[in-house]
């Protein structure tokens, strides 16, 4: 996860944009060393000028730890909102009081066009992002803007090699993308019929989608043995 939300910022980090960060449950209070690891990984290459806010937390896990690791890191455009006990750090911009939620989300806005969003079940946090860890079960979900600023991060992910999800639909070009005015390929017809919509990337890595067939096999089994047993009876 870490990887993927750092080559979007990467990617669209020469316009004007403003991440914004809703972390939920944030990396854990005291645990410096995995904070800094995640934020490390997340915003790696990013440059240090960029505006970054941060939105509200659940219970007793605070912004706090997340906030001294992007200004120990040498961010210095940093917002953070909904959370009065993170307030006090120098160079950190604070804004409305107290507020506690378990919403999980990553946006990107540039002006007022919002260019990336991802929301699930994923907090901002070292477990979630960046530990590799067969126990932490999280699903997340990333619309992309069809538009002339993330067009090589849509094209990218669509027409990666190892995009299984792409190759079961047939919309995979082998070749080099052709960036004509015309759809010369299947992918090129996709990708221009959703110019300045939200799109949802398909994407499945290889290696996942011969774990989902394995997983979705045994469950189309079981169900088929359950309808059975029933019919039987």
């Excluded at 944009?17 to 060393?33: D, L, V």
């Excluded at 960029?50 to 210095?76: C, M, P, R, V, W």
């Excluded at 079961?168 to 960036?179: A, C, K, M, R, S």
């Excluded at 221009?192 to 989608?209: A, L, M, R």
Aim: proline share 1%.
């Amino acid at each position: 996860m870490a990887g993927y939300i750092n080559s979007i910022f990467s990617t669209l980090q020469n316009y004007n944009i403003t991440i914004h960060i809703g972390g939920a449950c944030w990396g854990r209070n005291g645990q410096k060393a995995t904070a800094q690891n995640l934020i490390d990984n997340v915003f790696f290459d990013v440059r240090r000028n960029i505006e970054i806010k941060l939105y509200n937390h659940y219970k007793t896990s605070h912004q706090y730890d997340t906030l001294e690791s992007l200004l120990a890191t040498g961010f210095t455009n940093i917002h953070s909102y909904g959370d009065i006990d993170s307030i006090g750090l120098n160079k950190v911009s604070y804004g409305y009081t107290e507020k506690k939620d378990h919403a999980k989300f990553i946006a990107i806005t540039l002006n007022s066009k919002i260019l990336f969003f991802m929301i699930g079940s994923s907090n901002f946090s070292y477990n979630t992002y960046v530990k590799n860890d067969g126990n932490t079960d999280q699903l997340d979900l990333s619309f992309i803007l069809g538009a002339r600023e993330t067009n090589s991060i849509v094209r990218s992910i669509l027409n990666n090699e190892t995009n299984q999800a792409m190759h079961e639909i047939h919309l995979v070009n082998e070749d080099e993308i052709n960036t004509s005015v015309s759809p010369s390929t299947p992918f090129d017809f996709f990708y221009q019929k959703h110019t300045n919509d939200f799109i949802n990337t398909p994407f499945i890595c290889s290696k996942d989608y011969d774990l989902l067939e394995e997983f979705f096999s045994k469950e189309i089994h079981l169900l088929t043995d359950t309808n059975e047993e029933k019919h039987s009876d």
